[in-house]
């Protein structure tokens, strides 16, 4: 179980993906964000939500 995890957290996916209980990584891609401060993680988090209006508006 802790071999699982650990690869799950290295290839950023879930265990049921490794596991071939889904066939997609439905999981949100995970970045790495410990070395930044909060100001550059807010920053990131406004511009993730900014593509996501942009994309919807594109549909």
């Given at each position: ?23 997609t990584d439905s999981?949100?891609t995970i970045i ?28």
């Open positions: 179980m802790e071999r699982l995890i650990a690869l799950a957290d290295i290839y950023h996916t879930s265990t049921d993906y490794i596991l071939g209980r889904t066939t999981y949100a790495e964000v410990k070395d930044l401060t909060d100001a550059q993680i807010r920053i990131l988090r406004e511009l993730v939500e900014v593509m996501k209006h942009t994309d919807a508006t594109r549909s």
